[in-house]
């Protein structure tokens, strides 16, 4: 099997058996529109199978695995939102790594981006434990909430513009689903950042006309009915950024400081 069963046992699988699955981009707005809570919406997420090439990359590797990861089952689904059912700071980022959240099943867990992106959070209380190695760790968001704008690893990370769009609903439903708690929203990179705008004008938020441009510690604010709603912008901790100290533990930090302050 090149993917784990839904609902056969593996930690915070939010999907059954019985889960119905989007097979094309017109099932995902349906599905998507027709969930009503976010439990109900994750697990319609980890099954959907609505990009033909993404589906068969993501099982693939699933199947051949890295030489180092042998011996474990990888997850080999769509990677769903994790953390706080009522979060005040939402984390957008790109897409699960290949051997990270498509092994795990968890986004950001098991990856290098994962190892920064968790010992920032831990650091600055927005998560219980400073690693997320593995579903069913201990780990938890406290307040927070971290997303895709991706559900399926793509090769090369790089998934085509096609690919994103058909993946927005499940954002914008998600969005939409958690915004009576939102305060603070903090886009990881340039790609996470493009994704979400056209999903937060879906989701029912009020947007300027002109985007903000994205650049690390760039603030906007955008609205939800009457109340603001901060936009944070952090360079993506990938191994090219934090290798070349364009990213560093103290610039994460300091974004994910004033997002905790912002959300109070
Ligand atoms: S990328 Fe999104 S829309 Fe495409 S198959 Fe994965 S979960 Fe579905």
Redesign the pocket.
């Known amino acids: 099997m090149s993917f784990v069963p839904p609902g056969s046992g593996w930690p915070g699988d939010p999907a059954a058996p019985g889960t119905p699955v989007?097979h094309d981009a017109a099932d995902?707005v349906r599905l998507a529109g027709e969930s009503r809570t976010v439990a109900e919406l994750t697990a319609r997420?980890s099954v959907?199978?609505?990009?033909p090439s993404?589906?068969k990359w993501r099982e693939e590797v699933a199947d051949v695995k890295r030489k180092s990861f042998a011996d474990q089952t990888y997850w080999g689904r769509?990677v769903p939102g994790w953390g706080d059912d009522e979060p005040r700071i939402l984390i957008v980022g790109l897409a699960p790594a290949a051997h990270g959240g498509n092994r795990t099943g968890r986004i950001f867990t098991g990856d290098r981006s994962g190892d920064w992106l968790f010992a920032s959070l831990h650091r600055t209380g927005l998560a219980a434990q400073e690693t997320s190695t593995h579903a069913g760790d201990g780990q938890r968001l406290i307040g927070a909430r971290v997303m895709a704008a991706?559900?399926?690893a793509p090769p090369a990370n790089k998934p085509t513009p096609q690919?994103r769009d058909?993946?927005s609903p499940?954002l914008a439903r998600e969005l939409a689903l958690v915004a009576e708690s939102t305060r603070v929203i903090v886009a990881l990179g340039g790609f996470a950042w493009q994704a979400m705008w056209p999903a937060l004008r879906a989701a029912g938020y009020a947007l300027p006309r002109s985007r903000p441009r994205f650049g690390h510690g760039e603030e906007s604010v955008v609205s939800y009915g009457e109340r603001p709603v901060h936009l944070l912008c952090c360079y993506h901790p990938s191994q090219q950024n934090t290798f070349t100290g364009r990213v560093t533990a103290e610039m994460l930090d300091a974004v994910f400081s004033r997002a905790a302050t912002l959300a109070l």
């Open positions: 989007a995902v997420e959907c199978r609505a990009c993404l589906v769509p991706v559900r399926c690919e058909t993946c499940w």
